[in-house]
């Protein structure tokens, strides 16, 4: 089993694509699991056409634990992968991130990850603290992605989930690299470019900023699900077989924000 | 005296609207303390020419509490503003909100919000949870604002802060409104007008997306200490204008995560 967590800010595109991701992997054969870590449970819309997932967290809080059954929160999407949300507590009230922590405590139950070859774990980058850092531990992800664009927000994100993988245990090499998503912004490329050489990490798949997504997205599917564009699904079916044969693994190495702003913007 | 919480998703511009704002009621003679809630420490750069400040959260751990002094931690910034970093802790350890919890306690010891009739606390809304939760207390804000663009994500965090809102007392209304940072996409201002009308909320202020902004960033300044923009500074000075006549205030009414996107996107 692999088990591949995807961080980056919110709104960078990690959902899609993670589910892009999810569906090629289903579509060379593996049996894919991807869980939903982002208070905004909508991970895994476009596996399953729209469908409204219970979250983990809200069917917790009104099922017995005599009750539960794991088909209740478990939605099956595209190509057979199965779809879980964690959900997460009310704004303003607990901890964002512990849905996440709830969510696995109930999978392990049911020992439900036993059921597939390859796990997705789609999680906000924002802050990377309560749950939002379990993925990162090793019992939990064996290979983490990034996902950025050339905006420095994005790569401050980005090289923030380094410190908190650094921070966490570095001794085993688990960050495969950067999946940069463009914004189509001036200059975006030398950015990545230069952060991607400056944290040592190589940009495993550069995706276009492209309406397919939208209008994938009108339909709540997938591009690789719509299929109409090749070249798009080409770039999932790329990442999804660099996967499969093994990614190399690299530490950890974020920079300081002075050299982060350097590296970024040249001053 | 009076307190103004600026709530936005990270990247949204709130630093750069706080630290105008600011320079704009200092400009009006108020004396105004500018409190940075984000890890990303960066809110008073604008005010300070870009000085590096001592977070609360790093001096802390490296002070002695019978030693602390906070000059140490406040920075003059532009027309008399104080400036205060509250920090986080290491991504991936502890609770990076919990900076604010410590920052606050440490400026109470201190009673340094009795120098000032003005404080602007600049707060990370992304998650609403644990320290980031704490500005919405009522013993800190006695006013609201909420950052946004007409971008979808912008919009679902600024629904998200309305729910932390009302979540933790309702009663009493405290929301002033709406800034509109532009970001020059398509339809925005419908998007924004849309989401203002279902939620009750005034739009206080509309500002442009405009190279002034980045051009007073790369010398550290604000575009009210620049200069050079006359209608950009006459927007902040009306804003500071109104919020010093007094505000009308509103309570948070969030709406449903289905509502949201068809209100926002009409579907
Ligand atoms: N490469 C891309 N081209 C065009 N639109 C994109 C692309 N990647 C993401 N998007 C759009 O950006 C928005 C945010 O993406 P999403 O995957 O939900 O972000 P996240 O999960 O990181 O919060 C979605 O509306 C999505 O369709
Ligand atoms: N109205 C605007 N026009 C142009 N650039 C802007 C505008 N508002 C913010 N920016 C830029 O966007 C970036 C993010 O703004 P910032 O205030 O740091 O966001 P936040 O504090 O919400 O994370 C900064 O580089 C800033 O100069
Ligand atoms: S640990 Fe992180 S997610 Fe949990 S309350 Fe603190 S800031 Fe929020
Ligand atoms: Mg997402
Ligand atoms: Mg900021």
């Known amino acids: ?18 589910a892009n991701l999810s569906a090629a992997l289903a579509l060379a054969g593996r049996r894919v699991l991807q869980i939903g870590c982002d208070p905004k449970h909508d991970s895994t819309r476009l596996l399953t056409h729209g469908q409204k997932p219970t979250t983990a967290l809200d069917y917790m809080r009104v099922t017995n634990p005599l009750d539960y059954k ?8 595209f190509c057979g992968v199965g779809c879980v949300e964690a959900g997460g507590p009310e704004p303003g009230v607990g901890c964002a991130g512990r849905g996440i922590i709830s969510t696995f405590d109930l999978l392990n139950q049911f020992q439900l990850k036993e059921r597939y070859d390859t796990i997705i774990y789609d999680v906000l980058g924002d802050v990377v603290c309560g749950g939002f850092a379990v993925p990162i531990r090793q019992e939990y992800a064996d290979i983490i992605f990034i996902v950025t664009s050339g905006e420095f927000m994005a790569l401050y994100a980005a090289n923030n989930i380094l410190r908190g993988i650094r921070n966490y245990d570095n001794e085993k090499k688990r960050v495969a690299g950067i999946l940069y998503n463009r914004r189509d912004i001036e200059g975006e490329d030398e950015h990545v470019l230069r952060f991607a050489q400056a944290v ?8 276009p900023r492209s309406d397919a997504f939208i209008q994938a997205e009108r339909t709540n599917m997938t591009v690789i699900e719509q299929g109409s564009d090749r070249d798009i ?5 790329t990442l999804a077989r660099k996967i499969a044969n093994g990614c190399t693994l690299y ?3 974020p920079l300081t924000d002075e050299l982060l702003e350097v590296v970024v913007q040249g001053r």
């Open 1 to 18: 089993m692999i088990e591949i967590a995807i961080y980056g800010k919110g709104g960078i595109g990690k959902s899609t694509l993670s």
């Open 70 to 77: 794991i088909e209740d929160i478990l939605l099956q999407g």
């Open 200 to 207: 040592g990490l190589p940009i495993c798949a550069v995706i």
């Open 233 to 237: 699904i080409d770039i999932f079916l």
């Open 251 to 253: 530490a950890a190495k």
